[in-house]
Structures are given as structure tokens and as C-alpha cells.
């Protein structure tokens, strides 16, 4: 069993440099092959601007990060019009996230004060995460409005951060690995170190997210990111740093690497499973592949804000998604690993042979270790001097 002490992680300052995927894949899976342009929707303001601010319970409001539903849009989605016919309740769905450290500039101080955001569900990456929890930040899910909760996949069931998963749940998984374009590289792509090799000098983007490009180069290097030490992490640095300064990489970026990849200027690129997912539908030239070494593998979680105006209802529409019948058609349309058991055995046998949703034992996956708040700060700071351009 899991030690219900939080881990060190969740009291650490907000100083780390994480700026999280600005846009999420959709594959030509979604919708039985339809591919759906994304809406994007006004993002949503603090206080009680939100249409759930008066505490409507046949309502709801959810905050979420881009692609991260069928569309984007209640109108369309499945999920969101099947839950709202078998309960009444409407969801005020708005694909407004387009960061964790954005998204506590916006909205962490109010709810420092125990005052709502006109939310009742917003979705944010472990870390983050765990450190609202340690904040309190978030209210406990309604386990009487949520029975479906016991179909989190194992793995992710009991983590030590939030013993039984009393204030969140997974959203969906995703992994880093490497994009890149077999006939500019000169074949095919099996080692993470090709994001150093001279060749590709100036042709190669990685991340500004410190635990998807440390952990990809700390595994190049022989260091296991899920136990990695902070001197490990400080040398993975370095070895970024230097390259950095030898002109090795076009860009240190978020989620614009799409563009450059797009345009064919990047090469090969550190990237974000769901994202290529969307991309090989109009780039089929571009390939996907978890190195030799492995992945990192991370996760976004459902949480409930203080204040939410309805928790009970954004428990209700957890548990709905978390139906495997539900869950199935969600995540085969985003192109996400679910987090629900029996999701993957309901979805077409296109769906089932993906490797974003349903990838392969190996090579393996790892998620960063988890440091004290000290130790954490260092090396954030590190990498944000490594990484400036």
C-alpha cells in the first residue's frame, strides 16, 4: 500500500518550468474515421462570471485542456450530450487550459482565499495535482456519486500523492518519445540519442517540459528517470545545456514544435503522443516511435476546485466517463491511453492496434521521480538556464 504522507513534490513552489501541451491530438480514429477540427472556446474567467457560478445543480462547469474531448464542443460531443440526456445535467464544457504553470497564474490565489473559479472540474498534470492537494486547493470527489471510480486501471489506482484517489482521477495518459521524418533523417530512428547526434544540427526541437526532455536524455544516458537522482538529473542538464550552446537544436519550445514539424523544418523532434496521433493524419510521412531505452509516460488528472458550485455533479459526470462503454469511444476519438479497465477491449480493432492508445509493454515507459522541494527547485532552475534561447 501506498504511504499516505504526500510526497515532497507537493509543497514545492510553482517555479518550475512546465509549460504543458498547448493543443492535443485527434486522430482520423475519432468518430469512426471522421477527423473534427478543434473549436476553441473562450477561456474562462475567474469569480462568478462562470454560467454555473449560482449553483445551478443541473449544471455543470468543466475546464479543460484543448482536444481533450470529441471536438471540443457540447453540441457534438457524445460524451458530453450522452451524459447530459441520461442525467439532465449540462455540461459548460471549456477547452481553456493551455498550461499548468498559466493556470495557476490565473486562478491559484483565489483559491487560496477558499473562493471558487466558477469550476467544478478542471484538469491538471500529476504535479500539479499533488501540489493542490497538498495546498488544499480541491475538494474530495463524491465517492456516493462516483461508484464507477473502481474502474481506474490498477496502476494508477492508489498513488502515493493521493492515497485511494480522494481528489482525483485520471483524465488520460500520454507518452514522449521521438516524431521525426525517415527520408530527411536517412532511415529509421530507434535511439534517443539521436536528439544529440551532430547530423541533425539545427533540425532537431525539444521540449521546455523539464521532465519529458530530462527523462528522455537522462535514459540516453544510461540513468533511469523514475529513480533518477538530482546529480543525474543535474549531468542529463549539462548534456542539454551543451548542445544548446552548440547550435544543436532549432528550437527549446511547447507545443509550437506542431508548426515546425508540419512545415517539415523540424526534422526530429521530442514529442507528445497525442500530438503525432493528429498529425500523421495529414503528415502520413511522419513517424512515432518510443526509443530502444523507453518513454516517459504522464498523466492529466480530474480534480474538483474549493468552491466548485456542483461537486456532486462533476462527480456524476466522472462517473459516467468512467463507464467502459463511455470510455471506449472518448478515448479512441482523442487518441489517449484510458484510464478506465475494460475501455480498450470495448474499442474498434483500429483503435486496439494504436500505439498511442493502446501502446506496447516494450520498449518501456517511466514517469520523472519525484524530488524534494529543494532538490526540485535546483534542478527546475537548471533547466531553465540550460534551455534559454
Known amino acids: 500500500m501506498a504511504s499516505s504522507t504526500p510526497d515532497p513534490e507537493i509543497l514545492a513552489a510553482f517555479a518550475q518550468h512546465t509549460s504543458r501541451r498547448r493543443f492535443l491530438g485527434m486522430s482520423g480514429l475519432a468518430l469512426g474515421g471522421l477527423a473534427l477540427g478543434p473549436t476553441f472556446l473562450a477561456a474562462c474567467s475567474s469569480g462568478s462570471s462562470s454560467n454555473n457560478a449560482s449553483g445551478d445543480s443541473k449544471s455543470i462547469t468543466m475546464l479543460n485542456w484543448p482536444l481533450y474531448i470529441e471536438n471540443d464542443d457540447p453540441e457534438t460531443s457524445p460524451t458530453l450530450k450522452g451524459f447530459t440526456d441520461a442525467t439532465g445535467i449540462k455540461v459548460n464544457y471549456q477547452a481553456s487550459i493551455d498550461g499548468n504553470e498559466s493556470f495557476n497564474t490565473k486562478y491559484a490565489d483565489t483559491l487560496d482565499k477558499g473562493k471558487g473559479i466558477g469550476a467544478d472540474l478542471v484538469v491538471l498534470t500529476t504535479w500539479n495535482a499533488a501540489a493542490y492537494i497538498g495546498a488544499n486547493r480541491l475538494q474530495a470527489l463524491d465517492s456516493s ?42 532511415g529509421e530512428i530507434t535511439d534517443v540519442n539521436a536528439i544529440f547526434d551532430p547530423k541533425f544540427k539545427g533540425k532537431v526541437t525539444i521540449l521546455d517540459e523539464l521532465r519529458d526532455t530530462v527523462g528522455l536524455t537522462m535514459l540516453g544516458m544510461g540513468f533511469n528517470p523514475t529513480t533518477g537522482t538530482k546529480a543525474q538529473m543535474l549531468e542529463a542538464i549539462a548534456r542539454i ?149
Do not use: C, H
Not at 474502474?151 to 521521438?178: C, E, F, H, M
Open 145 to 186: 456519486a462516483f461508484p464507477n471510480k473502481s474502474n481506474i486501471v490498477t496502476k494508477l489506482a492508489n498513488p502515493n500523492w493521493d492515497p485511494g484517489r480522494k481528489y482525483s482521477v485520471p483524465w488520460a495518459i500520454g507518452q514522449t518519445g521521438i516524431a521525426y521524418y525517415p527520408d530527411k533523417v536517412g
Open 241 to 389: 545545456g551543451q548542445a544548446r550552446d552548440a547550435g544543436q537544436f532549432k528550437k527549446v519550445t511547447g507545443n509550437s514544435y506542431t508548426e515546425d514539424l508540419e512545415l517539415g523544418d523540424t526534422w526530429l523532434a521530442v514529442a507528445w503522443s497525442g500530438d503525432i496521433a493528429s498529425l500523421q493524419a495529414s503528415n502520413p510521412d511522419l513517424a512515432w516511435v518510443i526509443p530502444n531505452q523507453g518513454g516517459m509516460q504522464w498523466v492529466d488528472n480530474a480534480v474538483i476546485p474549493v468552491g466548485a458550485a456542483n461537486p456532486k455533479g462533476a462527480s456524476e459526470f466522472l462517473n459516467y466517463v468512467y463507464t467502459p462503454e463511455v470510455a471506449a469511444g472518448l478515448y479512441e476519438a482523442i487518441s489517449y491511453q484510458s484510464p478506465v479497465k475494460g475501455a480498450v477491449e470495448l474499442m474498434s480493432a483500429e483503435a486496439q492496434a494504436s500505439p498511442f492508445i493502446n501502446p506496447p509493454a516494450t520498449p518501456p515507459l517511466y514517469e520523472f521521480n519525484v524530488l524534494s522541494a529543494d532538490d526540485i527547485e535546483e534542478v527546475s532552475r537548471a533547466f531553465t538556464a540550460a534551455t534559454e534561447q
